[in-house]
């Protein structure tokens, strides 16, 4: 396959007018395959090699009592020092056309228990042997002898590299491990990898790495998990006018000569002590910008024409008032003298916060005010917030195994709004925790095949276990908590125990419970009460699945709590250690004056100020500070919604975007009628805030995928209509007849695009159409005009144009898509190009994303995606992701959630018997090959379609009525 990203505009032509047939395309496919498939057999070979001549003797797969055969390393051996030499060849070899790196390793350890085995992890690497072993031992000490290799082996399975000695070595004593090996420089995103992209019509390649979790293993030789913290001396060899990078500062840079060419050597400081899967290597010709904060050197690298154009400046300002919110939140200074950041052409996660040298996506790096939306620079200061974070929870305290990567994950999520709110103070970035975190992660956590934020050490074991924990659960159930936790706790209280906790575990590990030793101990010098201790409040939300549903009676001032379950029918729910009751804090108000706050610890209690009266209204969990939802009596839903009609002001932004959400899943749970839930929206005519207008349009999306094909469809987008009018009209005034764009961030530019398809008719379009200085018509699209499109609206515009258009328009924009000059702009165009309504386009479309030629590795599984989101597609989408299940898993390795993403966005209007046999075929299929990070969603989507069919047998004449009353009436 030729290696370059964009490819020459005839070649761009002619292979989209010819199109490969499907046939062309599963035979192409089948021979790359097994090509691939070949291809990793080969690196995946147990055998060492030596440049391919000598071969030691294969090793029969031992019984599973081995060390070796154990995916966790035993205690014996301590890394203090790595001394890395790195050399990727930017160049591929003209022999095999494979891009390779060579390096030296030595690692200075500490016996910390005799032993006769030397275990350190090593994935797809090829020794050269020294003394006819693959590497040399010699010891620290000259009085003390190491003993020599008696055998050295590739273990394949676990990913070791295996010596056996004649002798034990002594505890206590310092050795070092010598090794020299070659890997291949690979697109796989993973490890040391390459990317690449074109400038000025030549093809430029960058080395690069993503180590986390479990990757480090395959740059050179390392004790790999990350409670082996070490000191690292890297140097990296490239070619001069190549720019190299790592964690640390640059120590020195010399020419030399090495192998006959002259290359540039550059040495850098000693890292800190730190984990191996936060290392970072990159030899790239970018360039960047800098500052200085405080001492502390900032700089932002990136290809050299996105730095020429200005695309960095967004993230050097922010990443200076961010870093300084951070030193005051934890009372920490900035560990480190620098902090790098950079964007790479090809990166399978959004980011990763390697300690000084945070990598980056484009998209999530690079700002430019002419194409990018006011929603790609809020991902940008949520993003770099987020790693910022990280630098000092996750990097200098590190926990000690994966299975706590929640608290890692979870807090940074949480902390990134507060980090991006002091970058943005006015775009009330915290509220939108709400939508992103808590409203996504209520949906999954409220299925039976949910699973607890905590696991248990010996439960997670082999990488793809490791894998499985960057989820929703992780992420967002991870932030909602610790949100809730901060906010019982106060801030203040808060901080003070994080204070504690980093400065005594710096530069070292912890458990999960070490936190709540600190958070406690602030507890206890505070004059706080708490109803428990921060231990047993936590372990409710922590060691037990899902969330409860409290329900407040106002008639008699009982509060009681109950497992909530999207499926109240559903079965197979695992016992709970706390029998599913939790220690929840309820904030709660009476007719708009906050009260008390109370505590729910038991199954239920009674508060008697919780009795109401008159037309007095209860609303509870205030600023949805609280992950739980909330019911309530008859009588006070009724007057909630007059007060939301009335006079929705009185209650908070949050609650009312909450009770929509509430309602609309009580209803889908069955415990409330779904017409109370439809009637939460009547209020929407006087809404005009964004989170309210963005909970509801999420609700009734779910109304959309389940009816979007049936008779309830026009008459729910008539009440849509009606509902939205009064806010199309405000912000037509406000915008001077749409002549200017809004003041606010979140103002309309949210809004508008978000899910026009609803509630849009062609009037409205047209008269919107003076804003951004355009019409829907690919004629004009391909004249400048397409340029003068405001940011914000671009994606839907874009969208809509290839839509209504057919093979020309959607050419077009394949070539706008390729000549893009910022990521951003390429990401709209790449999204719209799902819209066409012709399905031959979208199955060529779908076959692109197997070649990296045309859709970069790291865009594939988004992609399937975006067009299994339009109702043409989704069907298309599903029988390709079936037929393609094993090579896509292969291929595209696990992004941060780009399996799940998958596997959900392409069942996500499953809402038929026949859809749940064909998931669950699919499910039984591809067991054998699995679904890595994808796993809990495959069992999440045949929940969510089983729900699916019995809602819509349940709903749909109900629904159908009340729509058509709601738009006759009135
Ligand atoms: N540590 C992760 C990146 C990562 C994810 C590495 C999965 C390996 C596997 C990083 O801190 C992160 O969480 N990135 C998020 C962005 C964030 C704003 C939620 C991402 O990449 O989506
Ligand atoms: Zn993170």
């Known amino acids: ?95 095999t056309g494979l891009y390779i790196f060579t390096g030296q390793s030595t690692v200075e350890f500490e016996c910390a228990e005799e032993t006769d085995v030397i275990l350190i992890h090593s994935n797809k690497l090829n020794y050269t042997r020294q003394n006819s072993h693959l590497a040399t031992l010699t010891s620290v000490n000259p009085v003390v002898t190491a003993p020599s290799v008696k055998s050295s082996w590739l273990q394949n399975v676990t990913q070791y590299l295996v010596l056996q000695l004649d002798g034990k070595l002594a505890k206590g004593e310092m050795y070092i491990l010598h090794t020299d090996f070659t890997g291949e420089l690979a697109d796989d995103l993973g490890g040391f990898y390459r990317s690449e992209y074109i400038e000025d019509g030549v093809k430029k390649v960058v080395a690069t790495t993503q180590m986390q ?13 990350p409670a082996m913290k070490a000191v690292f001396y890297i140097t990296l060899i490239h070619d001069s006018g190549t720019v190299a990078l790592s964690n640390s500062e640059e120590k020195e840079s010399s020419s030399v000569t090495l192998d006959g060419l002259s290359v540039q050597k550059t040495v850098f400081h000693p890292t800190k002590k730190m984990s191996t899967y936060l290392l970072a290597f990159i030899v790239s010709d970018f360039s960047f910008i800098s500052n200085t904060i405080d001492g502390v050197l900032i700089r932002i690298f990136a290809r050299k024409p996105a730095i020429a154009a200005k695309q960095g400046e967004y993230a050097l300002n922010i990443t200076g008032p961010i870093l300084k919110f951070f030193e005051k939140y934890y009372n920490s200074s900035y560990p480190l003298p620098k902090s790098d950041q950079i964007a790479l052409p090809d990166f399978n996660a959004g980011a990763m916060e390697n300690w000084g040298l945070i990598t980056y996506r484009e998209t999530a790096l690079l700002y430019d005010e002419a194409f990018s939306s006011n929603s790609n620079k809020e991902r940008i200061a949520t993003i770099i917030s987020h790693e910022l974070a990280h630098m000092w929870f996750g990097n200098l305290v590190t926990l000690r195994w994966w299975n706590d990567l929640w608290l890692n994950e979870g807090f940074a999520s949480y902390v990134e709004y507060l980090g991006a709110h002091e970058a943005e103070p006015d775009w009330n970035v915290k509220d939108l925790i709400v939508l992103s975190d808590i409203h996504r992660v209520f949906a999954v956590d409220a299925l039976a095949s949910s699973h607890p934020l905590s696991s248990k050490e010996e439960d997670i074991q082999k990488p793809a276990q490791i894998s499985e924990l960057f989820d929703a659960i992780s992420y967002s159930k991870g932030a909602s908590v610790l949100r809730m936790l901060s906010d019982f706790l106060t801030e203040d209280v808060f901080t003070m125990g994080l204070t504690t906790y980093l400065a005594e575990f710096a530069f070292g590990n912890a458990v999960y419970k070490d936190l709540w030793n600190h958070l406690q101990m602030a507890v206890n010098a505070s004059d706080m009460q708490l109803p428990d201790t921060v231990h047993n409040i936590m372990n409710t939300w922590v060691l037990q699945m899902g969330f409860p549903v409290v329900t407040i009676n106002t008639n008699t001032g009982s509060i009681a709590q109950q497992h909530f379950l999207l499926d109240p029918d559903s079965e197979g729910i695992p016992p709970s250690p706390f029998k599913y009751t939790w220690i929840v804090p309820i904030k709660w108000m009476k007719t708009g004056v906050e009260q008390t706050p ?123 209509r009606k509902q939205v009018t009064p806010l199309f009209e405000y912000y037509k005034n406000m915008t001077g007849n749409w002549s200017k764009v809004p003041d606010g961030h979140m103002d309309h530019v949210h809004i508008i695009p978000s899910s026009p398809k609803f509630y849009f008719n062609d009037s409205m379009v047209i008269q919107v159409q003076p804003y951004v200085h355009h019409l829907w018509n690919i004629k004009l699209l391909k004249m400048s005009s397409f340029f003068s499109i405001h940011p914000n609206l671009r994606a839907i515009m874009y969208c809509n144009a290839i839509a ?119 499910k039984a299929d591809n067991a054998q090959v699995g679904f890595g990070s994808g796993t809990l969603a495959v069992d999440q989507s045949i929940e969510r379609t089983i729900a699916n069919i019995k809602w819509v047998a349940e709903n749909k004449e109900n629904v159908l009525d009340w729509f058509k009353a709601e738009t006759k009436s009135k």
């Open 598 to 720: 109370q505590w729910l610890e038991k199954e239920s209690t009674t508060n008697d100020a919780m009795k109401i009266s008159g037309s007095d209204w209860l609303l509870a969990n205030l600023n949805v500070v609280g992950y739980y939802r909330v019911n309530y009596d008859q009588g006070n839903w009724d007057r909630l919604l007059n007060c939301l009609s009335t006079s929705h002001q009185l209650i908070p932004v949050l609650n009312r975007a909450q009770l929509v959400d509430d309602a609309f899943n009580l209803a889908r749970a069955k415990i409330i009628p779904t017409v109370l839930a439809l009637n939460t929206t009547k209020y929407l005519n006087n809404e005009r805030d964004y989170i309210p207008w963005q909970s509801s349009m999420n609700n009734l999306e779910f109304f959309y995928l389940m009816f979007d094909r049936s008779e309830v469809y026009g008459p729910m987008q008539d009440y849509l």
């Open 213 to 225: 979790p479990t990757d480090a293993r395959k740059a050179f030789p390392c004790f790999d998990e």
């Open 804 to 922: 209504a258009g057919g093979a020309e328009e959607w050419e077009f924009a394949w070539l706008q898509f390729k000549n893009a000059s910022i990521a951003t702009e390429a990401e709209k165009l790449r999204s719209a190009m799902a819209c066409t309504k012709q399905p031959w386009l979208l199955n060529r479309y779908l076959e692109y994303t197997l070649d990296p030629n045309m859709i970069r590795k790291q865009d594939a599984t988004s992609t399937i995606v975006y067009i299994a989101n339009n109702v043409i597609g989704q069907s298309l989408a599903w029988d390709f992701v079936r037929a393609q299940w094993s090579y896509i898993f292969h291929q595209y390795g696990g992004g941060s959630f780009s399996f799940s993403n998958l596997i959900n966005g392409v069942t996500k209007r499953f809402s038929t018997e026949f859809e749940l046999q064909q998931l669950k075929q699919f």
């Open 1 to 95: 396959m030729g290696k370059g990203f964009y490819i020459s505009k005839t070649v761009g032509i002619v292979a989209v007018i010819l199109g490969a047939g499907a046939l062309a395309a599963i035979i192409a496919l089948s021979v790359v395959y097994s090509q691939e498939k070949a291809k990793n057999n080969n690196n995946n070979n147990v055998l060492p090699t030596d440049g391919g001549t000598t071969l030691t003797p294969p090793v029969t797969p031992a019984p599973s009592s081995e060390l070796w055969d154990k995916y966790r390393l035993p205690k014996s051996l301590v890394p203090h020092y790595y001394n890395v030499t790195l050399w990727p060849r930017l160049t591929a070899d003209p022999a």
